[in-house]
């Protein structure tokens, strides 16, 4: 075992959260910060190309390419969770799409007793973040140092005929979704930067990766906390094969994410008792809510083929491809510059519904996923076709991420038990007969709907589709939930671990609930808030001491 130096604080997880904290954390040149990543540099065509998220999904040294277990809501398949492991984390692998949520998602946040998290408060918090190409205004920033773009005026022709058909299905058409309300039709806003993706990497870390007083480690797998006292002094972590421990003077900040976090923290000791000690962990703090109340976003797709030419019949041909290709290496412009969820926003499935409750999805391709580990995201089929889905926003299900083994390299056991409450069901029928609803005023540009096919539909069949199709959306988040009751939280309001001094964990594993929408930028905005807190405390810290 190495034995290294000591940082003031050490970052687990180069992400989406700890590329902000590395950076606002690096900026007083007497803190020495330590930011490790499991996975490797960023420095890839298909993470930088933005349609080439497509070659990302199943990476093996860019993914986790994690498996749930058999979920009894899916029909007893598993789900694919594909995890960033590479510098900027999911953010370097994602769809891109830039939601912050409904306001009352924030203030529902701070209503269970967290001062601070209100949408008033994260608001300016936003803001400050965002480098938003259409200008500001009340709600959109502008100056901050990642770059938010519509890609409005870009998209396929289909996109805008989807917005018509919403409208005319009675979906007002909302030109921010970003702004004052979320509800409605619109183009997605996506984190790009003049035709490149613009990841927590590229906003936050690269810019500032030469500064004397930050060091970055890649190819880092952290194996436990080291805890003293009931204190974190530091960790170990394994590279290239050599142990290696390293101590933090002021704290560990684990910005692993909904499914690493909580697994670091049950290998070192932090979890429930029982079932820590029976995989033969000593336990360290009994804390049994670490690794539950897991959430995530359940969709699912409606194919359709088409009366006109859509994205398949460019991107499956070899021409199609080398077109666009010179397309974007000449212009950074064109299909390959954007997101392929091109359109979509956000509709009640019932009109007494309080609030949104659905989130909508419009490609202008259609495409056969690929097996894990075969082959990459998509394989466009040979019509012309497009998409329309749907995920739930407020699931009321929950999961869990277990250790099924002390062995640190061993994947958890992430359980998420969709549709275990029924509600979720239900909601998503109502979901998909808005979807029917759409495709009805696009009658000119339908030739048939393929999947599921007009045969399903009773509640009944469309339930059942729904167990047998849909998967996730990839918006794990919770399992280290905040609060202020130790015995239903795992961090307080300031992101500090109950229990234990020395350690935060500040990523989207903090949410209590889950936000509406993609939560790539909620958990930038938590590692914002995060830098934040750790600066405020340490101030006070210091002067409490004078």
């Known amino acids: 075992m190495v034995t290294d130096q000591v940082f003031d604080v050490v970052i687990v997880g180069a992400g989406s959260a700890g590329c902000v904290l590395a950076n606002r954390l690096s900026a007083d040149p007497s803190v020495r910060v330590l930011l490790l990543e499991a996975g490797g540099s960023d420095f890839n065509f298909w993470i930088r190309m933005p349609i080439g998220y497509g070659k990302t999904f199943y990476h093996p040294e860019l993914n986790w390419r994690y498996q749930t277990e058999p979920d009894a809501g899916l029909g007893g398949r598993p789900a694919y969770w594909p995890r960033g492991r590479v510098i900027g984390g999911s953010s370097s692998i994602n769809a891109m799409v830039y939601v912050r949520g409904q306001h009352a998602d924030f203030?529902?946040?701070?209503?269970?007793?967290?001062?601070?998290?209100?949408?008033a408060d994260v608001?300016?918090?936003?803001?400050?973040?965002?480098?938003?190409?259409?200008?500001?205004?009340?709600?959109?920033?502008?100056?901050?140092?990642?770059?938010?773009?519509?890609?409005?005026?870009?998209?396929?022709?289909?996109?805008?005929?989807?917005?018509?058909?919403?409208?005319?299905?009675?979906?007002?058409?909302?030109?921010?979704?970003?702004?004052?309300?979320?509800?409605?039709?619109?183009?997605?806003?996506?984190?790009?930067?003049?035709?490149?993706?613009?990841?927590?990497?590229?906003?936050?870390?690269?810019?500032?990766?030469?500064?004397?007083?930050?060091?970055?480690?890649?190819?880092?797998?952290?194996?436990?906390?080291?805890?003293?006292?009931?204190?974190?002094?530091?960790?170990?972590?394994?590279?290239?094969?050599?142990?290696?421990?390293?101590?933090?003077?002021?704290?560990?900040?684990?910005?692993?994410?909904?499914?690493?976090?909580?697994?670091?923290?049950?290998?070192?000791?932090i979890g429930d008792a029982e079932k820590l000690s029976a995989l033969g962990i000593t336990p360290v703090l009994h804390a049994p809510m670490v690794g539950r109340n897991l959430q995530d976003h359940l969709g699912f797709d409606y194919i359709y083929e088409a009366t006109r030419p859509t994205l398949n019949d460019v991107l499956r041909p070899w021409w199609g491809r080398l077109g666009v290709g010179l397309q974007y290496v000449l212009t950074r412009k064109g299909p390959l510059s954007l997101s392929v969820n091109q359109a979509g926003g956000f509709v009640r499935s019932r009109p007494d519904r309080p609030r949104p409750n659905i989130q909508l999805y419009f490609s202008p391709l259609s495409y056969t996923r690929a097996i894990p580990g075969k082959r990459a995201l998509m394989r466009t089929d040979f019509f012309s076709g497009f998409m329309l889905g749907i995920s739930n926003c407020h699931p009321k299900s929950r999961g869990t991420i277990e250790l099924g083994s002390?062995?640190?390299?061993?994947?958890?056991?992430?359980?998420?038990?969709?549709?275990?409450?029924?509600?979720?069901?239900?909601?998503?029928?109502?979901?998909?007969?808005?979807?029917?609803?759409?495709?009805?005023?696009?009658?000119?540009?339908?030739?048939?709907?393929?999947?599921?096919?007009p045969a399903i539909e009773s509640d009944s069949e469309m339930a059942a589709d729904i167990r047998a199709r849909s998967g996730s959306v990839f918006h794990a988040c919770g399992t280290c939930g905040m609060g202020p009751d130790p015995s239903l939280s795992v961090v307080d309001p300031r992101l500090k671990v109950h229990g234990i001094e020395g350690l935060r964990v500040v990523d989207a594993s903090i949410f209590p609930l889950i936000p509406s929408g993609n939560i790539n930028a909620p958990s930038i905005m938590v590692g914002e808030r995060g830098s934040d807190f750790i600066l405020e405390d340490w101030r006070r810290s210091q002067a409490d001491r004078r």
């Open 107 to 119: 203030d529902a946040w701070a209503a269970l007793g967290n001062p601070g998290w209100s949408a």
């Open 123 to 269: 608001l300016p918090v936003y803001k400050r973040m965002e480098d938003n190409v259409q200008g500001g205004d009340a709600w959109r920033g502008t100056g901050g140092p990642l770059t938010i773009t519509s890609m409005d005026g870009s998209v396929h022709p289909l996109a805008n005929d989807y917005l018509k058909a919403a409208a005319a299905a009675g979906i007002p058409v909302n030109k921010d979704y970003n702004g004052e309300t979320q509800e409605g039709a619109s183009i997605y806003q996506v984190t790009t930067r003049k035709g490149l993706r613009c990841s927590s990497a590229d906003a936050y870390l690269h810019p500032v990766r030469r500064r004397a007083n930050l060091e970055v480690r890649t190819k880092a797998h952290v194996t436990r906390l080291l805890i003293e006292s009931k204190r974190v002094t530091g960790l170990e972590y394994v590279r290239d094969g050599v142990k290696t421990t390293v101590r933090a003077s002021r704290e560990v900040v684990l910005s692993a994410g909904a499914v690493n976090s909580p697994q670091i923290m049950m290998l070192s000791g």
């Open 406 to 453: 002390a062995d640190p390299f061993a994947p958890p056991l992430i359980r998420p038990n969709y549709l275990s409450d029924e509600s979720d069901l239900e909601e998503l029928v109502e979901g998909a007969r808005i979807l029917r609803k759409i495709a009805e005023p696009m009658a000119g540009q339908i030739k048939r709907e393929i999947v599921p096919g």
